[in-house]
């Protein structure tokens, strides 16, 4: 508790986040003889988290803490893959608390026999036993169906991932649909990839006063990024237009196209659920709300010219998952 302990702590925890140094920083060598020369008997930073970890999950005095234990496996675009461990719990106030125990890099072939043996570790390290495990939080690739299945856990498959699924299939169901996604994608990247045409369409936005906005691409793990991308070229369409009348570089759209994107934004309701749901403080309790309002939508007949098959698609999608 001395103020100067308080301090170095503070600073080594704002380095690790400035800097993007590992948690584990604390334990390596090297950096201990640094520590042990700069700040003579520093504090040791890992059992003080833990320590703090340990009080928070026992405060609850009316009844055990029941974890529920979220698994985020993703690939960062240098193509490395990462599992993330994160425990999610409720105080005796009803607070929802999280604490991320581990982010493990995954150097071996994406296996449950691989993936399983990262979050037990995980658990076992922060003392968090299976009859304390209320929920295993997971995403829908059978590696993880198995990862799940073989711990014994009761599970359950992320929301979002679900809605992103129902979502993409919805948007290749409908050939008018995925041609527009196809041609607007290559329509982006042309004006990412060539500065010439980059600074040339910053000069036909000044001149008929349309706002500066860069169009967007669509990244492939989230679906929303694809209604953004459509979004912002509609926005965008005459500056478009005036390029694709100067330069014929073989992507624009159609006329009927243009059209269809309008209503493309029927998906709204999808992406406000996307929104609301990747909240920190998300919870269950607006899925049902939120399902309801887009099957309501969905299921309306009027104003479905040239999309119906993508409703139908996304009605089906939504009940089968």
Known sequence: DHPQAKAVTRRLMEMMAVDM????????EGFRRFCALAVPQPSKLTPHVREGFRRSTQKNTFTRVEFVISLDLWTSKAIDSYLGVIAHWVTEDYVHQQFILAVASLTSNHTATNIQ?????????????????????????????????DTKLPDAMCFLHSLHLVVKEGL????????????????????????????????????????????????????????????????????????????????????????????????????????????????????????????NIFSCKESDSGVKTMKETLLHEMDQR
């Open 172 to 295: 290749l169901s409908q050939r008018a649909v995925s041609d527009i996604v196809s041609t607007s994608k290559r329509i982006v990247s042309h004006f990412k990839h060539l500065p010439i045409a980059k600074n040339r369409f910053k000069d036909i936005q000044a001149e008929i006063g349309l706002v500066q906005h860069f169009l967007l691409q669509e990244e492939p793990t989230r679906w929303n990024t694809c209604l953004y991308m459509l979004e912002r070229l509609g926005e965008q369409r005459w500056a478009i237009m005036l390029y694709s009348s100067e330069h014929d570089f073989g992507h624009n759209l159609t006329a009927h196209q243009w059209q269809l994107l309008e209503i493309i934004q029927i998906l709204q309701p999808f992406e406000e659920a996307t929104r609301l749901c990747s909240a920190d403080s998300a919870s269950i309790s607006p899925i049902f709300a939120l399902l309801k309002v887009a099957h």
């Open 117 to 149: 043996c990262l979050p037990l570790g995980v658990l076992e390290k922060w003392n968090i036993t299976c009859d304390k495990i209320q929920l295993l939080l997971r995403d829908g690739g059978s590696n993880m169906v198995k990862v799940a299945a």
């Open 21 to 28: 140094q590992p948690f584990s920083i604390v334990e390596d």
